[in-house]
């Protein structure tokens, strides 16, 4: 992005700390898109974002946990039928192995052994992205974790499962997109809150009043093209405290405690977009008052 105030928060560009050997090992059935941590933007919390494009020749991730929670999740390609995920993922939540076939946000809470993830079949990209409330990505292998007794499906969202208040606007905010997943604290108990959707067409401001979080925000804009996939095939005019920015880029943009953000504007949608918002809180909640 061109420098400015706020500029610094935006990313468009592929950073990490991966090695070369990492690097090309992934490559060989996925794209990574974008990275966000600390090193970063000083002061960001941790995500990632990649194109799952076939399947590699062994499993990905043995089984290990985090001291942070973490939410996983793994999106339909096809804004036409987007809960049809278009793949076969085998995934690990301790002990208790999952078969994924529709889109889905995946809840760990801190310390729970998950992994290993086995894309068994993969018929058309699948978008994934995870994401820590710590500031990096830090794999433990904690030995003889206390096994959690319930059943583990709780944790896996495949159905929108919106709040009252959104609800209320679905039918305004559906002429220029859909929502597909929802989650926070009261879809799973103990969780951060994500929401995902599809943008379709052009719209006016949405979100059009100024507002800030008390907890830090990550919000993401991506396009639907695997074989390019920093080319946004969009135009995004979005507010970020005083200053206007335009996104023509996929771009995560981080958003500090406190800071005002939003209107943004679809100026111009040449193909779906995926879109996210992650807040480092159980719940969505915003301060429309300036500080």
């Known amino acids: 992005m061109a420098k400015s105030k706020y500029g610094k928060y935006i990313v468009t560009d592929l950073i990490t700390q991966m090695s070369a050997e990492s690097k090309a090992k992934y ?34 991730g043995n089984g290990h946990n985090h001291d942070v929670p973490e939410i996983i999740g793994f999106f339909s390609s096809d804004p036409k039928n987007p809960y049809d995920l278009g793949a076969e993922i085998e995934f690990w939540l301790e002990d208790e192995k999952f078969i994924l076939t529709k889109s889905c946000m995946i809840f760990v809470p801190p310390n729970m052994k998950h992994c290993p993830l086995i894309l068994r079949r993969v018929d058309r990209p699948v978008f994934h992205f995870t994401t820590v409330t710590g500031p990096k990505y830090e794999i433990l292998h904690t030995e003889n974790l206390k096994q959690q007794a319930a059943k583990h499906s709780k944790y896996i969202v495949t159905e929108l499962k919106e709040p009252e208040q959104k609800r209320i606007i679905a039918k305004e905010y559906s002429k220029y997109a859909r929502r597909i997943l929802w989650m926070d604290e009261d879809v799973v108990p103990g969780a951060f809150h994500m929401n995902t959707s599809w943008f379709v067409k052009p719209s006016p401001a949405l979100e059009n009043v100024p507002h800030c979080h008390d907890n830090a925000e990550i919000i993401g804009f991506f396009g639907n093209d695997p074989e390019h996939p920093h080319d946004l095939g969009a135009e995004i005019e979005f507010q970020l405290g005083d200053e206007k920015h335009i996104i023509n880029k996929s771009a995560m943009l981080y958003i500090p405690p406190k800071m005002m953000h939003c209107p943004f504007t679809l100026k111009r949608v040449d193909r779906p977009i995926f879109h996210f918002t992650v807040v480092d809180n159980g719940l969505y909640t915003k301060d429309e008052k300036k500080k």
């Open 27 to 60: 490559a060989q059935f996925a794209t990574r898109v974008l990275w966000m941590d600390d090193k970063v933007i000083p002061g960001a919390f941790q995500m990632n974002v990649s194109w799952y494009l076939r399947p590699p020749a062994a499993s990905m």
